[in-house]
């Protein structure tokens, strides 16, 4: 029994010393790019394909582009058939948003244009797998500071 208790105790030694040496190890940073969580985006950080959402077909999604390099990722897995996509932009400055919807085997794709804070378009979904939407304001490519552009958005595929 004193065996039992001294050999708890060793043991008992050797997991503190570890988890006191992993609490003073530094912080790793990760690939993602970091910025503060929108109180009107809850899908930040998500501006990378690594990063995206999951998001569900026939459900409304409202979010923000926050900044002029900001991209929105959201995916969602689809069989083939057609998707069906809605999004407006819900400010009066209605930015120049472009929204992408491509295949992981394929990662690029033309932009569909808002026009009027507004747009809706039906895609052929060719293959089974996930597929990404991207959503970004054309200053993306500019330096020119913009003001965040909330947006809401509507997917419907076949699950």
């Known amino acids: 029994m004193k065996k039992v208790v001294a050999s708890l105790l060793s043991l008992s030694l050797v997991l503190s010393a570890s988890v006191s040496a992993l609490a003073a190890e530094p912080a790793k940073s990760l690939k993602a790019p970091q910025k503060a969580v929108s109180a009107s985006d809850s899908y930040e950080p998500n501006d990378e394909p690594a990063f995206a959402s999951f998001v569900n077909s026939n459900v409304s999604y409202s979010a923000e582009i ?14 083939p058939g057609k998707l069906n996509f809605a999004i407006s932009n819900l400010t009066s400055e209605r930015g120049n948003l472009r929204v992408s919807v491509f295949h992981e085997s394929k990662m690029s794709g033309a932009p569909h244009f808002v026009e009027n804070g ?14 990404y939407i991207m959503i970004y304001d054309y200053s993306a490519f500019d330096s020119k500071p913009i003001k965040p552009i909330p947006y809401a958005f509507k997917a419907i595929y076949n699950q």
């Open 66 to 79: 926050g900044h002029n390099k900001d991209f929105d990722w959201f995916k969602f897995y689809a069989k």
């Open 118 to 131: 507004k747009l809706s378009f039906t895609q052929d979904l060719t293959k089974e797998g996930i597929y």
